[in-house]
């Protein structure tokens, strides 16, 4: 059983083995389609196929549907004797103004018909295919609209009137022969060269025959695949052809051997490639209910080992059924019919495959088939926004991390307080380290040191033990009425860092005031009950409770009146119903320094475990308690508990206690790890470059690429060029090496004069105070062959361009240019003649042809510049042309970087 899509209507269809029936396929959405009366049966869940006509009297071998629609539904037949009968469903004269119906084109020597094929181009042309018989042809090539010729002379007239139509017309002659005393196997014709044709012959060779020369094949070679040749419509340099079990694919410009095979499980039955669809190849092996499609690339001309990339796809329409045969539908791609030696027929719509991408402007870019879709994810969907990408590439278009202002980073990252935290500490340690106020942060060795290190270096004294009494309240003498607190150098650099002090004469302290300027009254109170100034916190307090009315800032409707009003009540006596209350209340109050107010006023015997292990409170707040009333045994325990914590949390606020060093690097590899921000890491940790060894560290380095790699995959060519500027100021033992120099033609080397080893000796020369000698050269410095000439003034390409650094005892400016730009060679980029961009600019206003003579390249009309680059030298405002040099420079940085 056989089937076959109609060449000419995308909704007809027919089927061949005993009979020949035509269906026409419906939508089963539109009930009005479908007639009740008619034969039918469903193929699809969309479709469904009417029987229109059905055809029993015709004893045929093969069946072939003209590509052309007049008349409609034309069919060559081939029948066992070798004859090829011309007939339609339907025959209405009017339909045939050509008059091909019934026309029959007879063999001088009758043999079966292997195959026929219709020129899809020239479609008058009929290809057919039969066995061989001594020296016959094996492929006749037909013209359906030649002249009818007398009855064959093998046939006798009275016979074959009474057994013929009178009104059947025989064709005897062929318009070509082909393949004398050969056997064909199959055939197919090409679509950009319609009078050519590839066929398989004698099971061992394939070829191409030009009908304009019929005498002789055009190309020719060697192989078993003889069968069921096809040529891709679409791209007709690739054929496919099939023997046993093995699938070939051609390319017809490199025709000695195949470029692919591809093996099946089973003998194959039929191959072929879409209509509809460049590369897209489908076959079925013999009793098999799948079958397989091949979506090929295209592939280069002449390449001999290398196989094309493809996809294979395994498609099982019918169920455990076996397929017969399949047709590609001729316009719609990724569909076409299967039908089983029962006849059931199978509509199959392949689903496309689907290729996505992210563009580096956050488009999600996807293919699907031959279209294209693409949207921008940041509008159409807000989880998007949030994506560690598009946050590092807004805050490089910021210059993050590029500014030695370290407020400029903090305004960067906007609304993320853990990293607005970690700025805020690198800009404390860097004031305190340059302030000459703060000395003690001279003994480090480097501004950016942690609490950790501070209180692990050695030698290390035993914290003095001090007790001190309430400000604003009467309290006894004794020790049991004041407070311990802990002293030391390594405790005062730390609170130093925290914005506390040991000053407990003063009234207040600057952190609280700052606290209460910013309008966090609780914590301003916590601190300064901390410090034991009672009074200073209930005045905060009471003040707080006027400004924000009844309302607390956490909106919980607690009164700050009330917290006054308890504080006020305090008594340092132990036992008292005020604290026995109190601390049953504790647990109670949702604001985190309101509790720890209380839990520190009803503490008993110095344990302030509920304050330091309070993950609300800020790590400032919680280190500086520490610092002041933790012996020194509980602190390291303490500061080592919180460093392993925030490690492990990944927590960039943990670099107060680690700081910018070893340690620190763990840290950032915790939050890299779960959150992917690696450029917060690299700036972050090369604001330390200047003063310690972590420019040599592996880890870093790795994550400085790999966010320079990103600014230049997001095409943020210039903010990845101030990384670079900005990571050799601070790593000064790094030094940007050039980019983009001239070279020699013979050695490929530099011609800078940087290059040169007697710099030094040559700049040296020059003591003088007037303007630096221009050093010149006539040869490369490595293999000293002569460097070109200007075609003008025919001198050496002696004068060197860039700059050259003054000496280090000169008080000349360094990075002081030698030469101008028009003093510099440029050069035709079509003949490679060239000289001072001067002269040549000078020569061109004037002249088209290039100045060396016998050369007749129009070198400035091949610019489309011309105009533009003339009057670019012609002006006097040397400001113009530096600017127009940076540009250039620019793009060659770009385009390096992209390519």
């Known amino acids: 059983m056989q089937v076959s899509w109609s060449p000419n209507h995308d909704d007809k269809f027919f089927t061949f083995g005993t009979d020949l029936c035509l269906y026409r396929v419906n939508d089963l959405r539109d009930e009005n389609l479908l007639n009740p009366k008619e034969e039918g049966m469903k193929i699809s869940d969309r479709t469904y196929a009417s029987l229109m006509q059905i055809a029993t009297d015709v004893q ?12 409609d539904h034309l ?7 070798g004859r090829v009968q011309l007939s339609c469903f339907g025959k209405v004269g009017s339909d045939d103004p050509i008059g091909l119906l019934e026309k029959e084109f007879v063999l001088r020597h009758p043999r079966p018909c292997n195959f026929l094929q219709w020129n899809p181009v020239e479609t008058y042309l009929l290809a057919e295919g039969v066995e061989r018989y001594r020296q016959d042809s094996s492929i006749l090539i037909w013209d359906v609209c030649a002249q009818p010729s007398d009855y064959p002379a093998h046939l006798d007239r009275k016979s074959s009137a009474a057994s013929a139509d009178a009104a059947t017309v025989f064709i005897t002659k062929p318009l070509y022969e082909l393949g004398s005393s050969e056997t064909s196997h199959s055939l197919a014709w090409f679509y950009s060269s319609p009078r050519s044709i590839v066929a398989g012959m004698n099971n061992k060779f394939l070829r191409i025959f030009d009908l304009r020369e019929p005498s002789r094949p055009q190309i020719q070679t060697t192989t078993k695949f003889i069968s069921n040749v096809c040529v891709d419509q679409l791209f007709d340099n690739r054929v496919a052809s099939c023997s046993e079990n093995l699938i070939a694919i051609w390319d017809t410009r490199n025709f000695d051997k195949p470029v692919l095979t591809q093996q099946q499980n089973r003998n194959v039955l039929k191959v072929s490639w879409s209509a509809a669809r460049s590369g897209l190849l489908a076959c079925i092996s013999k009793d098999s209910p799948s079958f397989h499609v091949y979506d090929f690339h295209h592939f280069a001309s002449g ?3 290398l196989d094309p990339p493809f996809v294979e796809r395994y498609v099982l329409p019918s169920g455990p059924n076996y397929i017969s045969s399949f047709d590609w539908h001729p316009t719609q791609a990724n569909r076409l019919l299967t039908v089983t030696p029962s006849g059931a027929v199978t509509d199959v719509r392949l689903a496309e495959r689907v290729a996505i991408c992210w563009s580096p402007d956050i488009y999600l870019t996807w293919a699907c088939g031959s279209q294209v879709r693409q949207f921008h994810s940041i509008k159409l969907c807000k989880e998007a926004s949030d994506d560690i990408s598009v946050k590092m590439r807004r805050r490089a278009l910021k210059g993050y991390g590029i500014s030695s202002a ?12 853990k990293l607005r935290k970690l700025w805020i500490w690198i800009s404390t340690m860097k004031d305190l380290h340059s302030n000459k106020s703060g000395l003690r942060f001279h003994r480090c060795s480097h501004p950016y040191v942690g609490v950790s290190s501070i209180l692990k270096a050695a030698p290390q004294s035993p914290a003095r033990q001090e007790f001190w009494s309430w400000q604003g309240m009467e309290s006894h003498s004794n020790e049991q009425s004041q407070r311990k607190v802990y002293k030391s150098e390594e405790r005062f650099t730390v609170l130093e860092m925290c914005g506390w002090s040991f000053n407990r ?10 606290l209460e300027n910013d309008g966090l009254l609780e914590q301003a109170a916590a601190v300064a009950v901390f410090h034991l100034k009672l009074e200073r916190a209930i005045n905060i307090l009471k003040r707080g409770a006027d400004v924000k009315g009844t309302k607390m800032s956490d909106g919980t409707g607690s009164n700050l009146n009330v917290f006054a009003m308890a504080l006020s009540g305090f008594s340092d006596e132990k036992n008292t119903i005020w604290k026995e209350l109190c601390a049953n209340l504790c647990s109670t109050i949702s604001h985190p320094y309101l509790r720890a107010i209380f839990y520190f006023l009803t503490t008993t015997d110095e344990n302030y475990e509920d304050i330091l292990n309070d993950p609300s409170l800020e790590l400032s707040d919680q280190i500086a308690f520490a610092c002041m009333f933790a012996s020194d045994a509980r602190l390291l325990e303490y500061v080592d508990q919180l460093t392993l914590k925030y490690i492990s949390d990944g927590n960039p606020c943990g670099v107060f206690l680690t700081g910018l060093s070893e340690e620190g690097i763990r840290l950032f590899v915790s939050y890299v790890d779960q959150t992917y921000d690696v450029q917060t890491a690299v700036v972050s940790l090369i604001q330390a470059f200047s003063t310690s060894d972590l420019s040599k560290n592996g880890q870093i380095q790795l994550w400085i690429e790999t966010y320079r790699e990103f600014l230049n995959r997001m095409r943020l060519w210039k903010e990845r060029a101030e990384f670079d500027v900005f990571l050799c100021k601070q790593e000064r033992t790094r030094e940007q090496q050039a980019q983009l120099y001239i070279c020699c033609n013979f050695c490929g080397k530099s011609i800078s004069f940087e290059s040169l080893d007697n710099r030094n000796r040559v700049m040296n020369s020059n003591t003088g105070s007037g303007p630096p000698i221009k050093p010149r050269i006539n ?9 070109p000439r200007c075609a003008l003034c025919l001198l050496h390409m002696g004068t060197p361009s860039g700059t050259s650094r003054a000496r280090s005892d000169s008080h000349r400016v360094p990075e002081k240019k030698l030469s101008k730009i028009s003093e510099w060679f440029t050069w035709c980029q079509s003949c490679h003649h060239g000289g001072h961009a001067e002269h040549l600019t000078d020569w061109f206003r004037d002249h088209i042809e290039c100045p060396v003579s016998g050369c007749s390249c129009h070198c400035m009309s091949m610019d489309p510049g011309t105009d533009h680059a ?7 405002s040397q400001d113009r042309v530096d600017e127009e040099v940076a540009d250039v420079a620019l793009l060659a940085s770009k385009r390096k970087h992209e390519f």
Do not use: H, M, T
């Open 60 to 71: 045929y071998k093969c069946v072939a549907w003209r590509p052309n629609n007049s008349p």
């Open 303 to 305: 390449a001999d080992e």
């Open 779 to 787: 040869c490369c410095p490595s293999c000293r062959k002569p460097l």
């Open 406 to 417: 370290v407020e400029d980073n903090i305004k960067c990252v906007g609304g993320e307080e």
């Open 75 to 81: 069919l060559a037949v081939g029948l066992s004797s």
């Open 870 to 876: 003339v009057s670019s030298f012609s002006g006097n």
């Open 505 to 514: 004469e003063s009234l207040s302290l600057p952190i609280i005031d700052k």
